[in-house]
């Protein structure tokens, strides 16, 4: 077995040294990493200035982090993805004479090991402010220990959760893991009648997993009486689990094979800035979908969107996201009502309204539909780049506005006497969501030939957001000096503004819009 | 060599290959073809010890297929060939000696190397290799461990005309040594002049097997007339 191990060792070694060397070779590469040195000195920089983080502050941040981890195991179990190995693996290692165990054994340590590294990254990261909220080196380790406990506990679980998934019913395995790991943390919530007091509840630290590994994080900051018992459950459940997936270790290859496959294909389409978000959800799988023929050139685009979207979804126009815009808006105003936060409905609305602008930034270069700029028949089809553009965004676009309006049509009523404001809100929104869609043209014209598009990722994003921001920082500005000259509600002339701005800035990148697709290569 | 007896694998309510039996005998070249979703792949991944067999068995020279012991005695060279993007076509080539535990391997690599013009490709990392070097890079790694049985799943995929040349060479070369080979594929023109046996699958059953003298008998007909005779 050692022998086994030293080979495996061996290959490692060399793939990491020659990770580094090709920066020797390929200097371009060197970019992302010299990216993230100065995003990192800048940021242990401008923590240190700040004085003092309260207890509440580490103790959201510790739930967030791990929740996030969890949510994204969970989905990687969903789209048949969590896998110890890569294809190389699979193809030299699951065929030569070195006993799967020990396959497993070393695959499970080097993830660990890689894992126990971003935490520890992560650590030094944050380690200014923790040290200026008073917290000594050892009991920074507390904290470390807390997180990489979770992430031990986490992969373990998801690479069996994944194998019963080959067996048994993947969505049942799901539902599962959902009941276990999900659903008791809303326990502490519903005690406390409160999320933000729900999360920050010590009750919450007796929540398996989640839980335990925050009762250890939290320990940075005041010894619990409860650590002991929050470290041993943690260990045994780590322990336990991994000696059940060594003892069912000699028959795994089968079922590793696809999610292997998957998280290979995954992986290489993040490094290609390709990878999408889509819920493996078919309605009309295998229903005939008659539209009408006449899309003729570029509407040729919104006629094959519409197909697709007709076989994914309830309808063109409206799928499970319409269903999720429709619960965010009637949730928002429950919760409201339950006094769950204590912000007006137009300010809480306002914020929603920022957050899911974020998440559609962050996520959508890899989702919304840029994959058509890959594609040869895009330039070949005999069309205006414009109307082609135009036809390629034409659907997702309406859609957004359909599903803006389920947003807000429910607060408006709620709340009439701000109905000019919802109503500027939605038309702000789109405006904003539009520029988000012209962005990512832009985004993928100019780094398209990046090796790696995941390490460039937070470089390209923070591109994004100043592209984005551009055009509203102008519009808020308008609106201060409109402001002073003329009286009328801040919000109103900021919403009006934006969306102004943001009209102004599309038309103008619709005008360069020949110019980018030509410099276009693929 | 190679003793596959009644070999059932079943996906759920599925059955991708159906009660297959044959055997491979050493130095003999068998052809297993068959139009797309036959189950060609299925049947060798599941020799190889890839996919878990529903009922059967196989044997690789006396010994259960998924056993440490029977895996020193094959090669098996994937469809789709990965390799390590960080490692170098040379220490790809280390990796495996080390793995099956050979010895003085370095000569018979080099000559590999050049019988596919990857010899100045030697140092170059996997991932600035193209998909038809890659692919010679995996057939090379496998020619090494110099078993007694070969597995290849579409190996002409994404090779240069030289580097088909080279492997159809490569078969006759091993077959020559004393090896068996097994060899998957769709491509009919690529080893109808080299195998000794052909199986004929369709639906996850093998339909028609023998050498290509006695499926063709007294037609005078080629191997893409009769293997679309046998699946239409």
Known sequence: ?522 | MLKVTNLTKKYKNFTAVDNVSFQINKGEIVGLIGPNGAGKSTTIKSIVGLLRITSGTILINGKINDSIDAKKDFAYIPEFPKLYDNLSVWEHIEFIAQAYKIENYENQAIKYLEKYDMLDKKNKLASDLSKGMQQKVSIICNLIIDPEIFFFDEPMIGLDPKAIKETKNIFLYLKNKGKSVFISTHLLDSIEKICDTILIMKDGKIITRGSIEELKGAKKITLEDLFLEATE
């Open chain 1, 1 to 522: 077995m050692m022998n086994e191990l030293k080979i495996l060792i061996n290959k490692d070694i060399n793939q990491i040294k020659n990770y580094f060397r090709e920066f020797k070779e390929n200097k371009k590469k060197m970019l992302p990493i010299l990216f993230y040195i100065l995003w990192f000195i800048f940021m242990l920089n401008s923590q240190s200035e700040t004085n003092y983080y309260s207890i509440n502050y580490f103790k959201n941040l510790s739930f967030a982090i791990l929740s996030v981890l969890l949510i994204i195991s969970i989905t990687n179990v969903y789209f048949e993805r969590t896998s110890y190995f890569n294809m190389a693996d699979v193809n030299f290692l699951f065929t030569a004479p070195i006993s799967p165990k020990t396959i497993l054994l070393y695959s499970i340590f080097k993830t660990s090991w890689k894992q126990l590294l971003a935490a520890l990254f992560m650590f030094i990261f944050l380690s200014p402010s923790l040290i200026s909220s008073g917290i000594l080196f050892p009991e920074i380790l507390l904290g470390v220990m807390g997180y990489a406990l979770f992430i031990f506990s986490l992969e373990p679980i998801c690479f069996i959760a994944s194998k019963l998934g080959k067996k048994y019913n993947l969505k049942a395995i799901i539902l599962i893991l959902l009941l276990f790991l999900i659903l008791p943390i809303t326990i502490p919530m519903i005690i406390e009648k409160s999320i933000i007091k729900g999360i920050q509840s010590d009750l919450m630290n007796f929540i398996p997993l989640i839980g335990w590994s925050r009762g250890i994080f939290m320990s940075m900051f005041k010894i619990s009486s409860n650590l002991f018992i929050f470290i041993f459950l943690q260990l045994s459940f780590i322990l336990i689990i991994n000696l059940y997936i060594l003892k069912t270790a000699s028959n795994y290859f089968e079922d590793m094979l696809s999610s292997t496959e998957n998280k290979s294909k995954y992986i290489e389409n993040k490094k290609r800035g390709k990878s999408k978000f889509k819920l493996k959800i078919n309605f009309n799988k295998n229903k005939k979908i008659s539209l009408k023929k006449n899309y003729y050139g570029s509407k040729a685009f919104h006629f094959k969107n519409k197909l697709i979207s007709y076989r994914n979804d309830f309808h063109y126009l409206f799928g499970i996201e319409t269903l999720g815009f429709f619960i965010l808006g009637i949730g928002a105003i429950i919760i409201r009502n339950i006094k769950f936060y204590d912000y007006s409905l137009i300010t809480f609305f306002t914020y929603l309204t920022i957050i899911i602008l974020y998440i559609y930034t962050l996520f959508s270069i890899n989702t919304n539909g840029q994959e058509e700029l890959d594609m040869p028949f895009f330039y070949l089809i005999p069309d205006s780049n414009i109307k082609k553009i135009i036809s390629v965004n034409q659907l997702p676009v309406e859609r957004m506005i359909l599903n803006s309006l389920i947003l807000f049509i429910v607060p408006s009523i709620v709340d009439f006497k701000n109905i000019l404001a919802y109503f500027l809100m939605f038309i702000m929104f789109n405006s904003i969501y539009i520029v988000i869609k012209f962005s990512n043209i832009l985004i993928r014209s100019i780094f398209r030939k990046e090796v790696d598009f995941t390490l460039m990722l937070p470089i390209i994003k923070i591109f994004q957001l100043f592209l984005i921001a551009i055009p509203s920082l102008i519009g808020v500005i308008i609106a201060s000096l409109v402001n002073n000259i003329i009286n009328f509600d801040l919000q109103i002339i900021i919403f009006i503004s934006i969306f102004l701005s943001n009209i102004s800035i599309l038309l103008i990148q619709l005008l360069l819009m020949d110019l980018i697709i030509s410099r276009i290569e693929i």
